[in-house]
């Protein structure tokens, strides 16, 4: 049972382009959504997060959307950058210090 | 900022031997720690959770006599997998809670494990 995915498994953009990368959930119960970026053979690093009462958080370049009737959340990253390139993962957890449950993870590819 | 030193970040073991990951908070407390196992282009699967003191909580299909987890201090938890098999070659990482409110989880750098 996957509660998490994230659909579209790979995202090519170009430099300065708006990259948007969905995510859908399933579980109800998730009050909290992080968004990861991850490089190959490393473990992940926090991006940004989201509550479920809210519906947008900002942070520089990065903005997190959530629908939370449609159980969706997007990763907007605008200017996109070379540097960006990477698997990004969206996770859902409930309650705190609870574990956290990760998407299928989405490769963006920024080009120049 | 909170830093999980994870080790060895990669080993290769021959089937049927042992092979035991450390996941260490260094400059933080972490009562709670996670095991996760990934699979080449797949998602963070979690193992189990790891409570100092007391026993682990394992996922679903995760054998807890293959994959021994043990938190004895609040700074160290350890992954062992016993009897290890080609078909547990995966790329393993482990993630603390480090209080800092529900952002809070710090990961290690991950463990890749060949069995040959």
């Known amino acids: 049972d996957q509660q998490v995915k994230q659909n579209s498994p790979s995202l090519s953009v170009q430099e300065g382009r708006i990259s948007i990368l969905n995510c859908d959930y399933t579980?109800?119960?998730?009050?909290?959504f992080l968004w990861y970026k991850k490089y190959p053979a490393e473990g992940p690093t926090f991006l940004i997060s989201?509550?479920?009462?809210?519906d947008k958080n900002e942070d520089g370049r990065f903005t997190v959307f959530l629908n939370k009737s449609a159980k969706h959340l997007s990763l907007h990253i605008v200017p996109s950058q070379p540097g960006d390139s990477a698997v990004y993962f969206c996770a859902g957890s409930a309650g705190t210090a609870s574990k956290l449950t990760f998407g299928t993870g989405t490769r963006l590819q920024v080009t120049l | 900022g909170a830093v999980v030193s994870q080790h060895p970040s990669w080993v290769i073991c021959k089937s049927g031997t042992s092979v035991k990951i450390e996941c260490r908070s260094l400059d933080f407390q972490a009562t709670t720690m996670f095991w996760y196992r990934q699979f080449p282009k797949q998602s963070l699967m979690l193992m189990a959770t790891s409570n100092e003191g007391s026993k682990a909580t394992y996922e679903q299909g995760v054998e807890k006599d293959k994959f021994l987890i043990n938190h004895a201090s609040l700074t160290l938890s350890t992954l062992t997998v016993t009897s290890a098999h080609p078909e547990d070659s995966s790329f393993y990482i482990c993630s603390a809670r480090d209080g800092r409110g529900p952002n809070g989880y710090t990961f290690g750098s991950g463990t890749r494990l060949t069995v040959v």
């Open positions: 989201i509550s479920s009462i809210k």
């Open positions: 579980n109800s119960m998730f009050d909290y």
